[in-house]
């Protein structure tokens, strides 16, 4: 289910910022006098809610049919719930300094893909541990500290990379 996460963001990750870009509200955003960084965090909001967070509610059903443990269910809908907000905030990044492009597709997952691989690690590394009859904890906790990190630094890079892009 991991793995599902990564790909579902990667693939729609490319699309946060372009359609704005093409009718020309991401300028006028830019313009706009409240801070950027709100602006580019309610878009990453809106991503991870419609990616994420559907994942994040539908793992324990999915983790069923693919006859998971049910002690793991917990520690994998917590670690899809927190890891996918923080790969939608890390997508975002690479949305923004891709924006400008005409196929940026292949470009945002050589940019992205190396950020993205702590959180599966931690990610999957809960679920192996409440596999084990370990505690899940240590890995949520460093997922919890990843996406406060991400919360407080990305969307200053989502708006410097928009800038940027939308200059060019």
């Known amino acids: 289910l991991w793995i599902v996460a990564l790909l579902s963001n990667l693939l729609t990750s490319d699309a946060v910022f372009r359609s704005d870009l093409e009718d020309g509200s991401l300028e006028q955003l830019l313009l706009a006098?409240?801070?950027?960084?709100?602006?580019?965090?309610?878009?990453?909001?809106?991503h991870w809610l419609l990616t994420g967070l559907l994942l994040g509610l539908a793992s324990p059903l999915f983790a069923l049919m693919l006859g998971l443990a049910p002690a793991a269910i917990p520690a994998l809908a917590a670690s899809l719930l927190l890891?996918?907000?923080?790969?939608?905030?890390?997508?975002?990044i690479g949305a923004a300094l891709?924006?400008?492009?005409?196929?940026?597709?292949?470009?945002i997952s050589l940019l992205i893909l190396p950020f993205y691989m702590p959180v599966l690690i931690f990610g999957s590394g809960a679920v192996q541990a409440a596999l084990n009859g370990n505690p899940a904890g240590p890995f949520l906790a460093i997922l919890g500290a990843l996406l406060c990190m991400s919360i407080a630094l990305a969307p200053m890079a989502i708006a410097a990379g928009l800038r940027i892009s939308v200059d060019t």
């Open 98 to 107: 891709t924006v400008g492009l005409k196929r940026g597709g292949m470009l």
């Open 83 to 92: 890891g996918t907000a923080v790969l939608s905030l890390i997508g975002g």
């Open 33 to 46: 006098p409240q801070p950027l960084y709100f602006s580019a965090l309610a878009y990453v909001l809106a």
